[in-house]
């Protein structure tokens, strides 16, 4: 698929069919978000990759907006290692590069995927500390996103959200 | 450009020819960016568009990591408007996922391109205070990361980032 077109059709994607995706293809969007850049390239990503069919059926309990886990084969928890990091403040703008990253490379792949958000939701429902001791994550990484994949069983319609309004020329 | 090969390809670039960027591969950049998904499809992201030189050249006096902007003919300063957010707590990897969409555009589209930081490093070296007067911001709209772009004048080498040791099966 031609990369513009790819970047401008992908949509998020939350029905999927029960057919399971491959090692091959998981690591191929692996490797995809391992190329985003990072700050002083300090690479602070981690990733959980579920398949475990209970594990992803008791994820909708304390992370409410992906019930699609539940109907999905896979899920992919990116996380930010935030020990000895060089550059401390952009973790979250560094896993957050490499989590598009892998909803471009799985639209490409023929998947369907949703980024849901994690972090910083804690305080209200509990999603990091749900994610942490699910995935019994030691402390100090964080649970950012977690990205639901599979084959879709759904096509949303393109969508154009190009805005002239949110474009300034050198100022504001 | 395949998408997998655009990803996996792209590396910052930090030289470019004199030679401008017209308006129309402005616009396509922006096109990807706008495609984003963002918590709650809330888009909060604006666009500074930088061309004039006297602003360009200015900006490494208070951006320390963005000096090759004096070499440049072209930045985009990437803001979150964070004035009535739906998802208040995901404006920076919504605008992050934005910014990706940009250097994997440009990429594909023979530019090259490089994401310096801006927020959160105000506390160290008045970045984002620096592009707020810079560029006229109104309270409420942050400067996230400022990226520069031109036609390549440098080919970093290919880079292969892929660690297995990041992978986790269902549990850390």
Known sequence: MEVLEAIQTRRSVRKYEKREINDEIVKKLLSAAMSAPSAANQQPWEFIVIKDRDMLDAIPAFSPFAKMAAHATLGILICGDTRNLIAPGFWVQDCSAATQNILIAAHALGLGAVWTGVYPMDLMDGRVTGFVKHCQLPEGVVPL????????????????????????????
Chains 1, 2 share one sequence.
């Open 145 to 172: 996103a977690f990205v639901v994949l599979g084959y879709p069983a759904e096509t949303p319609s393109k969508q154009n959200r190009f805005n002239p309004y949110k474009i300034h020329a050198n100022v504001w």
